[in-house]
């Protein structure tokens, strides 16, 4: 992604003729979002092969059930998958926060030992004490910033960008300061913002902007030497659309991201809480339990199988096949016809198998035998009693 950023920045760069750019840097630019986009693709078929795997525990339909009524697992698994989010990006914007405070003290601390420099309602002072005081909210709260709060943080440093664009004395002045007021609204879109109050702000601020740089461009002629042959309104706001919709590209990206990894983590959970509660129930009834593979191998060391089978407490059962311990070749095909049997094949019900086992001194034990089956993201696993 940091590639691909930069490839597009050199890109955007050279279509603008801010700077001349090198052959070669145009070249591997070429090259890098080639790369880049090839890169995305791949990306897309991962990711969504991996959410249809992550997708297993919902219920099937009844037949006269419309398609797009949610179940209760899925209902409550996009309710924990939200809650999830907010908690992860109250944690970012405090992490964020907490990390670039002490420089915006060390920035005030700094102004303040120069005091022939030092204006206490100029854009860098007001920031950094609007900076410090959100932090020592923080650190006083450790429930801050929550919803609400991120909200009002980017409202208010959004109007402080288009503040200082209202102040701007030349077209000059604003152009120097460009690139602060596009840091100022990356930092409000990832850190604070939803998309759609990025979208809102952000096609606000463009406006102000657009708008600001006009009047400049009527009262100084001198502002048409950016331009060069290009009409300096038309210039600026095509720059302007260009940064609205990468921002909040970005933003949408970014909160969609953010609310997948959630769900995949609420269901992997769920995943987990469910093998447990399975294995203990399995516990209750039957005198062994434990986990097999996609191979029909012990997945975990089993020590009561050891003992049903009277051999060592040392021996180790992890990745042996349980078709080594029975009896006949007959059990060993039963045993693996049960298992691959589709679950469909007993109606939907558990069906047990009864099958001998061979214990330490050769003798047959019979066992009644239960599984069930989990999808697991990785490959199927088998639940055995």
Not at 79 to 93: C, G, H, N, P, V
Not at 207 to 229: I, T
Not at 274 to 283: D, N, Q
Request: overall charge negative.
């Amino acid at each position: 992604e940091a590639l691909g950023s930069w490839a597009a920045m050199i890109m955007v760069i050279e279509a603008f003729d801010w700077y001349e750019l090198d052959q070669f840097v145009r070249m591997c630019s070429c090259a890098c979002l080639i790369l880049y986009s090839l890169c995305l693709i791949r990306a897309a078929y991962i990711i969504g092969k991996d959410l249809k795997c992550l997708r297993i525990f919902q219920l099937p339909r009844t037949h006269g059930e419309a398609s797009t009524k949610q179940t209760f697992e899925e209902k409550e698994t996009s309710e924990r998958a939200q809650l999830l989010t907010e908690l992860r990006s109250k944690d970012y914007a405090r992490s964020c926060i907490q990390t670039g405070a002490p420089f915006l003290a060390l920035s005030l601390t700094l102004g303040v030992l120069s005091p022939a420099r030092f204006s206490l309602f100029s854009g860098h002072t007001t920031n950094s004490m609007f900076g410090v005081m959100v932090a020592t909210v923080c650190l006083l709260f450790a429930s801050q910033p929550g919803r609400k709060a991120r909200v009002f943080i980017h409202v208010v440093l959004t109007a402080r960008l288009a503040l200082s664009v209202l102040f701007y004395r030349s077209g000059q002045d604003m152009l120097f300061d460009r690139q602060y007021v596009l840091i100022g609204r990356l930092v409000g879109a990832f850190m604070f913002g939803n998309y759609r109050l990025t979208i809102l702000l952000n096609c606000a601020l463009a406006a102000v902007n657009s708008y600001v740089w006009s009047l400049h461009v009527q009262e100084s002629p001198d502002a048409a030497a950016f331009c060069e042959s290009w009409n300096c309104v038309q210039w600026f706001v095509q720059q302007e659309v260009i940064s609205v919709v990468c921002i909040c590209l970005l933003a949408a990206n970014f909160e969609k991201r953010q609310l997948v990894e959630a769900e995949a983590t609420v269901q992997a959970t769920w995943s987990r809480s469910m093998t447990k509660a399975f294995s203990k129930l399995f516990g209750s009834v039957y005198d062994v339990v434990f986990n097999l593979d996609a191979d029909l191998r012990v997945i975990d060391e089993v020590p009561s199988l050891g003992a049903l089978l009277l051999h060592a407490s040392s021996r180790s059962y992890s990745g042996t096949l349980l078709q080594d311990y029975l009896y006949s070749e007959s059990d060993k095909n039963r045993f693996v016809e049960h298992l691959r049997a589709p679950p469909d094949a007993s109606g939907g019900i558990a069906d047990p198998v009864c099958l001998q086992m061979r214990d330490s001194s050769g003798t047959a034990v019979s066992v009644e035998l239960l599984h069930t089956t989990f999808d697991d993201p990785n490959q199927q696993t088998y639940l055995v009693g």
